[in-house]
């Protein structure tokens, strides 16, 4: 026990004294995060607004796919890219395998389902009155799509807050595909996983402490949009 | 006179189901229209027709006396202003939720704040201004969409059951603001209700409605069953109802209420439909006396407050009523 108070308080001291190198791994890992997260609002945000709106064979289908794909393991997403990226396989050529950005494509396939059915989901079930309301105040089809947009705002901030949530907790792409270079691909996740087995136990700790922060926040961010969307 | 509306031989469906058949619908500009008919009648149906939300199946719909067909439907909506049942308000404030439609049509901000202002102060929403939209209860809702509506200044105005949610006070401020647009003249106004009496009172016309479809008559003492061509009967489940000559086919009878005779004793008359019921109640309504009798039917019948003087029934007295088969229309 008192091992493990003594790595408390020295994490705690770490990140109070705002540990160079400590803060250098948060800010790697928000960094991809935040890039994989942005790329897949960018993708998934509009195409799930386009999978909502039309009817077409296979809809239903296309939706249970994308609900499998939201429990995706990671290190399968890190094995498969690692296949795809590494020396031998078909995008080797590249050099992408152990950089940041072989880590942002890993993330973003992790988190694609994530958001394309979470923005599916708010806005299928949005009000359908929504609709009817906008067409009798004389919007035309553009501003029909902003107003929509608008009503299911917080939905949709909900949708890429919790896949930045998934994002930033992963360790299996991160670790496979990242390669846990220091001051390079270092992340939280990968870092804390490394720190714990070589034995530095209080550097791990500091990490895991913040990782949980920043959770808590996420999760505290995702409570409030919830209350705003109702 | 000027037609807002032309509907010619109307048809609207959906997964199959024959929603609306109008053979033939005028609507006339600047003039109060209350579309009237039981719920599923099929009104709603014909206000997101005439908002130009819902396009018809089949048929011709001319507005201000040009065809629509060709027409964009989005300009046509901006001369419409329509208020849902159950309308929705946006996730936002009371204010920008009134202005939205002003917004929607480039009006600029300036103008459209105080347009915004002036309409929420005329129909005493002031206060409410600020709020947000979702924290209103259901009669407010209802208040701000008819400002919402309200604001555009268009030359129709739609309001489906607009007076479903609202409190007594603000019922009768937008009975007046009906009244008072009739008097002026300026606007088109039609709505729907279920309710005759209102739609006698605040409407030029009235345009009755049974399953989709028009009916030539007024909505009360409507009966289902029937037609026996070979004797002039239509049989409802408790009556046998003598019927006008040559009719070939109809599952429906409606029979005016003024047209119907209440009598203490049997009338020696040409009337061919005379049958004895019990008043179920009494009841003014504008100046005139509504009177509910059970006579295997309910049949509803309004007759002077004079002639109620002079007959001196009550409650519970049996009476005798009667009309001639002229009276009826088969549909």
Not at chain 1, 100 to 113: D, E, K, V
Not at chain 1, 125 to 150: C, E
Not at chain 2, 307 to 318: C, K
Request: with cysteine.
């Amino acid at each position: 026990m008192e091992y493990f108070t003594e790595a408390f308080v020295i994490a705690v001291k770490s990140i109070l004294t705002f540990d160079h190198e400590l803060y250098f791994v948060v800010f790697t890992s928000l960094k991809i995060s935040f890039a994989s997260v942005i790329i897949a609002s960018i993708f998934c945000v509009p195409l799930g607004l386009l999978i909502s709106s039309r009817e077409f064979k296979g809809k239903i289908f296309l939706q249970s796919i994308l609900n499998t794909l939201m429990a995706l393991p990671t290190v399968v997403v890190g094995l498969l890219l690692y296949g795809i990226l590494g020396r031998n396989g078909p995008l080797g050529g590249f050099g992408l395998l152990y950089t940041p950005t072989a880590m942002i494509i890993g993330q973003f396939i992790l988190i694609s389902p994530v958001v394309l059915n979470l923005v599916v989901v708010a806005a299928s079930s949005a009000d359908p009155r929504i609709k009817l309301a906008s067409m009798a105040l004389g919007a035309d089809r553009y501003q029909r799509g902003i107003i929509f947009v608008g009503e299911i705002r917080f939905a949709l901030m909900a949708a890429i807050v919790m896949a930045f949530g998934r994002a930033i907790g992963e360790v299996g792409i991160a670790m496979m595909v990242g390669g846990n270079i220091e001051g390079y691909t270092r992340t939280m996740t990968t870092a804390i996983a490394l720190e714990t087995s070589k034995g530095d136990f209080e550097f791990a700790m500091a990490l895991g402490i913040l990782l949980l922060l920043i959770a808590f926040t996420v999760n505290l961010f995702l409570q409030r949009l919830q209350q705003f969307s109702k | 006179m000027n037609s807002a509306y032309d509907l010619i031989d109307v048809k609207y469906g959906y997964d199959g189901l024959e929603a609306l058949n109008i053979d033939q619908c005028q609507i006339h500009a600047n003039k109060t229209t209350a579309i009237l008919g039981p719920n599923g009648a099929g009104k709603s149906t014909l206000l997101n027709i005439l908002a130009f939300v819902f396009r018809v199946s089949s048929g011709e719909v001319k507005f201000f006396n040009k065809r629509c067909e060709h027409e964009s439907h989005s300009a046509l909506r901006r001369r419409v202003a329509y208020v849902q049942q159950n309308p929705y308000l946006f996730n936002d404030t009371v204010i920008k939720n009134v202005e939205l439609g002003l917004k929607l049509r480039g009006v600029n901000k300036k103008d459209r704040h105080q347009s915004t202002m002036i309409m929420l102060e005329r129909l005493g929403l002031g206060d409410l201004a600020p709020r947000r939209a979702h924290e209103l209860s259901g009669g407010e809702t209802q208040k701000v969409a008819i400002a919402r509506a309200m604001v555009l200044e268009t030359e129709v105005i739609l309001l489906d059951e607009p007076f479903t949610y609202l409190d007594k006070r603000f019922a009768k401020d937008l009975e007046q603001l009906i009244l008072d647009n009739r008097r002026t003249g300026n606007q088109t106004v039609i709505f729907s209700t279920h309710d005759q009496s209102r739609a006698q009172v605040l409407a030029d016309d009235i345009f009755s409605m049974l399953a989709g479809r028009y009916v030539p008559s007024s909505i009360v003492n409507l009966y289902s069953g029937r037609l026996l061509p070979d004797k002039n009967i239509f049989e409802t489940a408790e009556l046998k109802i003598s019927v006008p000559e040559n009719l070939t086919a109809g599952e429906h009878i409606a029979i005016e209420s003024t047209q119907i005779v209440l009598s203490k004793e049997q009338l020696l008359s040409s009337m061919r439909n005379s049958f004895r019921g019990k008043i179920r109640s009494l009841h003014e309504d504008n100046g005139q006396i509504q009177v509910t009798i059970e006579a295997g039917e309910i049949f509803q019948i309004i007759i002077t407050k004079a002639a109620l003087d002079e007959m001196n029934i009550n409650v519970g007295e049996m009476v005798w009523l009667s009309f001639k088969s002229s009276a009826i229309s088969v549909f």
